[in-house]
């Protein structure tokens, strides 16, 4: 094989990752504890009467990335094992992609996630932010 095939298989497996993103739903517990007892709503809707613990849904977004892999990547042991044992000759055909790898990364960014709070004991409802 001649130097420009090798830069051209090697060239076609280091593929810029594909990325694009999503929201997900995660949620988690929020706990109201008071004293003395009241009742507790979120989003004008009844939750029940502290000490109460409750779930809350938002959305997290996730970024995806997408990449075409090659056993080198993949495989390392194999790959050394094929090119050794074929004198080299495995070695511009191992940098063809194989397989694709995904990957997800969680970010800082959310929706849904302002809730309005209401309680027996306050007169004034409070709005709060929940993040992870």
């Known amino acids: 094989m001649t130097v420009g095939s090798l830069l051209f298989l090697t060239a076609c497996s280091t593929q810029a990752p594909e ?9 988690t517990q929020l706990t109201v504890n008071s004293i003395p007892s009241g ?3 979120l989003d004008n809707r009844y939750v029940g009467v502290t000490p109460v613990t409750f779930p809350l849904d938002y959305e997290q977004e ?3 990335q997408t990449k ?7 495989h390392p042991g194999l790959s050394l094992f094929l090119t050794i044992a074929s004198l080299g000759v495995y070695l511009p055909f191992s940098m063809i992609p ?9 970010l800082e960014n959310y929706q849904k996630n302002r809730f309005l709070s209401r309680s027996s004991l306050s007169p004034k409802p409070a709005y709060f932010f929940f993040h992870a």
């Open 19 to 27: 990325v694009s993103s999503y929201y997900r739903t995660a949620q």
């Open 68 to 74: 075409n892999v090659t056993y080198w990547e993949t």
């Open 98 to 106: 194989v397989d694709t790898e995904t990957s997800q990364v969680p």
């Open 62 to 64: 996730v970024q995806q």
């Open 39 to 41: 009742t507790v709503n």
